[in-house]
Every structure is written in C-alpha cells, then in structure tokens.
C-alpha cells in the first residue's frame, strides 16, 4: 500500500530538525560580498568592468581561481590581484571563458550562407563586427564562408574581445590539430565544399591557417560593457557572450549592436541566446528564430 | 523568524535524474494541475542533441505547461522547465535563469549540481531538491548544498530506482529528509501544491 500524500507530508514535517531561516529574501553571504568587492577593484584598478555579469557562473570561476592560485579567500585573492597585474592577466582567464570552435553549430553558418549572404552581396563593400571573438575560431570561420561566397575581398572584419591573449592567439590563426576533424566535419556540415585542409598547413600539432584569410580582419580590444561604437557595419555576430552578462548589461551590448548596424542589417547570436527578455526585443525582428539570426528594425 | 522549513515554505523545486530520468520525470508529475502554485525546475542528462524534445514531449502528457529555460528568463510558477542540452543551467539570484558554457561536470552539461548549487543562492531554504534515477554522480553534491541550506531533500529510493548509482551517490554524502518511490513523490508534489492554495 502506497502512503497517502498526508502520510508523507506528516513524516516530512517531523523528520525536520535543522533550524532554517525561511521566507526571507536571501542575505548576501561573506562570499557574495567578497565577489562584488572584487568586481568594483577590479574595475577600479584596471578599468575591466565585470560588476555586471550574471553572477551564477562567475562565482563558479572565482572560486576555481582562488583554488588554482593557492588564496584562502576571495579576500585574499583581491589583495594579491590590486598589487600584481599579472595575476590579474591570469585570473581574467577565468573571468572570460576563452572557449571557442571553428564553424560552432553548423546550421547557423549554413543559414548564414543561405539567406544573410545574398543579401550582403547586395552592397558594394561591406562591414562585418565579429563581438567577443576569443580566440579567433569564429573570425576564421567567417572568413572562409566569406571567401567560397566571393566576398572576402570587399568586406572588413572588425573582430573584438577584451582578453588580450585570446586577441593574440586569434591574430596567428593556429590551431590544435587535434580539433581539426571536428571543425572540418563542421565545415561541411555548414554547407563547405571544398577540402577543409586547403585552408591551413598542419606543422607538429597545430593548424596553420591560410595568412591572406585575415588581410581585412582587424583584431583590436573592445569591451561591451564599457566602450562605444566604433563603425558602421553589416552584420554583427556576437555569439555565446552575452550569456555571461545580466539583463542589464545585455541591453547595453545589443543598444551598440543596434546602433553599429545599417538599416535591415544582421544579427546572429548563440544557438541558445534570446532577446526576448531584453529592452531591445521589440527592435530586431527574427529572420531564422532557429538559428537566432535577427536583422534591425 | 528560525524554524524547520516546511512545505508551505518550499518556493521551488529543482529536480535531477540521468539514466532513466524521462519516466520517472513522467511519473512524478503525473496529475499535477495546470495552476501549480510553484516552478520545477529540472536537469536531465540526455544524448549531447542539439535540439531537446524534451519539452513537447512532456508537454503531450501533462496539463502542466512546459517549456525549455531560455537565458534571462524570469522563474514563474506552475511551469516545467527543462535545461537545454549543451549549456549549464544555472539560477541567478534574482531567480531568472542563466546558461553557460564552461566544461562538462561530472561528464555532464548540463549539470545538475551547478542547477541545485546556483538554487541555493536564489531560494535559500525556500527549496525542495528531487534527485532520482541515474549512472552518475552528478547531484549528490548539489542535494547536498540543499540540505546544508535547510532546504527539504528527497531522494528515490535506489531499490526502485532503474539505475541506482546517482540515488545512492546522494545518500553516501547525507540523509535525505525523504527516501521515496516515484508514486510517492508524486503524491507529495501534489500535496505540496494542495499546501500553497489557501
Ligand atoms: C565563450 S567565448 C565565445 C567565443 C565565440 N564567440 C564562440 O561563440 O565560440 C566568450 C568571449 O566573450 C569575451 N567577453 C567577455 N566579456 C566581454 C566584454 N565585456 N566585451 C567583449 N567581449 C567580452 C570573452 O573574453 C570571451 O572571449
């Protein structure tokens, strides 16, 4: 015989014995304290402004830092960090998740060959803002579509970030070739159909890709939260960042997006980013809701 | 005020299972009304897939809405939400949700210790977490975050569990408030439902 509902409920009530602070809104803990203390030195003495990203996933990183660094607390950490630029080169590491892949979710470069390109041919030259490009597989990858399409020649890559040393792994373009059969099946899954290989020289373990796929990408540091607009463009795509930000701070990046694009021009985000919670989603309409391509309005 | 939690005080649940997960996910929220005073939030480990059907096909069953997490969303009650595949499901303290793309735990994104980790910020001891069926580790932990916080812990009892490895994961770290078969986690969900309408 099962217990009825009330049985359980009653046996629950009973079996609790740990004191609970209950219906209160959640205190801030000594921990969350000690991250936005040190969010506000970090902006202070280096003029990164990480106050508002969603706080879930960052704490999750200070907090690995602390460990990888040998700190006792964040305290500790904040400390070392004032007085030491290079931990801080070390820990803004973990502050920006320097994590990307060539031709990531191939459907949206296949969309992006389908129906963002033909209109983009449409103009004599165009402009092209790559936000929060790591180091470099996204850039890599546009530039490649870009050529197959005839296009790379009149097009400028305004490829930013705000890692310098992601910026300057992007600059040289080389790659673990132990990544390469992955982005080579994503490249065709994108819809490419020349050899993969015929865009980079393997040499020991890495991928060099072709030089002359960058002669118009421009790699220069930009910050979304604290920057302005700096050219008019076509397309932007900012994809898998904006998930660290909060609303707030989301509204401000795509307020740029907006400002940079011409009129009808694109957007792409991350496969699972949305824009229906922000300020600005009644100003971008969806071209492929799937794929998260949008263009102004 | 300091006192026990109690059901009426549970603001929401967070629920993780792997192996086995979509029935025992089917059979616990069997019957749960379309007015459900609360939000569930739930991990489930699948096949690294792109596109979850997780959410149509639960829809299919129950009078419950249901619906995949999206980033920055706002936490409403009566919803099922479901973690999307490849992305960390994490709840922000202002209790939207939030993804990320940091490496696999525990072989697994999502991972529902990142979901009942982030929960404990948001909700405090307001919380019930759920962990059932499943070949992983993943959860133990974060039930375990639940518990020190003073929220209500239940685990499926591992004899009846397809896979009892995540259950008996969690009851290696602590004992749960409630060790109980999927039937009568149902009928608690229901009756702590029936504790919110007053
Ligand atoms: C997870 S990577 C995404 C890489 C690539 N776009 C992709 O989807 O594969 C996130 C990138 O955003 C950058 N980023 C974080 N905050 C930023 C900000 N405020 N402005 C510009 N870039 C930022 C990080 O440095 C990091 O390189």
Redesign the interface.
């Given at each position: 015989m099962?217990?009825?509902?009330?049985v359980?409920?009653n046996?629950?009530?009973e079996?609790?014995?740990?004191?609970?602070?209950?219906?209160?809104p959640?205190r801030l803990?000594t921990l969350?304290i000690e991250l936005r203390l040190l969010m506000e030195a970090i902006y202070l003495r280096y003029s990164y402004d990480f106050r508002d990203y969603?706080?879930?996933?960052q704490?999750?990183?200070v907090v690995q830092a602390v460990r990888a660094f040998d700190c006792k607390s964040v305290s500790e950490l904040q400390a070392r960090v004032l007085h030491d630029p290079d931990l801080f080169m070390q820990l803004l590491q973990y502050l920006t998740?320097p994590?990307s892949e060539m031709f990531r979710?191939p459907?949206y470069y296949a969309c992006l060959r389908q129906e963002v390109i033909p209109v983009l041919k449409t103009y004599p030259s165009l402009k092209i803002w790559v936000a929060g490009c790591s180091t470099g597989e996204e850039v890599y990858s546009l530039a490649i579509l870009l050529r197959e399409e005839g296009l790379l020649d009149r097009t400028i890559i305004y490829a930013t970030d705000i890692n310098p040393q992601s910026l300057e792994k992007a600059r040289k373009g080389v790659f673990p070739l132990d990544r390469i059969a992955l982005y080579a099946k994503n490249y065709q899954e994108a819809g490419g159909q020349l050899d993969f290989s015929s865009y980079y020289t393997a040499a020991y373990n890495a991928a060099l890709f072709d030089r002359s796929l960058c002669d118009n990408v421009t790699f220069a540091d930009h910050s979304l939260s604290t920057d302005s607009v700096f050219s008019e463009t076509h397309l932007v795509t900012c994809r898998?960042v904006?998930?660290?930000f909060?609303?707030g701070l989301?509204d401000r990046a795509l307020g740029l997006f907006h400002e940079s694009l011409c009129h009808r021009g694109f957007l792409g985000l991350g496969?699972?980013?949305?824009i229906?919670?922000?300020d600005y989603s009644q100003r971008f309409e969806p071209l492929q809701k799937r794929e998260r391509i949008f263009r102004k309005l | 005020m300091t006192r026990p939690t109690q059901l009426q005080d549970v603001a929401a649940i967070v629920v993780g299972a792997s192996a086995g997960g979509i029935h025992a996910m089917m059979q616990i929220c069997k019957d749960l009304p379309t007015n459900y005073p609360l939000p569930i939030i739930v991990t489930l480990h699948m096949q690294d897939m792109r596109d979850s059907r997780l959410a149509a096909l639960f829809q299919h069953h129950l009078r419950l809405r249901v619906k995949d997490a999206e980033d920055k969303e706002s936490i409403r009650p009566g919803i099922l939400y479901f973690a999307v595949p490849g992305y960390h499901l994490s709840i922000e303290r202002e209790r939207v949700f939030s993804f990320s793309c940091e490496p696999p735990l525990h072989f697994s994104r999502p991972s529902i210790d990142i979901l009942m980790e982030s929960a404990v910020d948001a909700y405090g001891a307001n919380l019930m977490g759920i962990l059932m069926t499943g070949a992983n580790q993943d959860g133990a932990a974060g039930l375990l975050a639940i518990k020190q916080a003073g929220g209500i812990c239940v685990v499926q009892d591992p004899a009846e569990a397809e896979i009892d490895y995540m259950p008996k994961s969690a009851l290696a770290l602590q004992t749960p408030d409630l060790i109980l078969t999927l039937a009568e986690i149902n009928a608690l969900l229901i009756s702590l439902g029936d504790h919110h309408v007053h």
């Open positions: 099962e217990p009825s509902a009330k359980i409920a046996r629950l009530n079996s609790k014995v740990n004191e609970a602070r209950v219906n209160e959640q803990s969350d969603a706080g879930a996933s704490k999750r990183r998740i994590v979710d459907s898998n904006l998930i660290y909060n609303r989301q496969s699972k980013e949305s229906d919670f922000s | -």
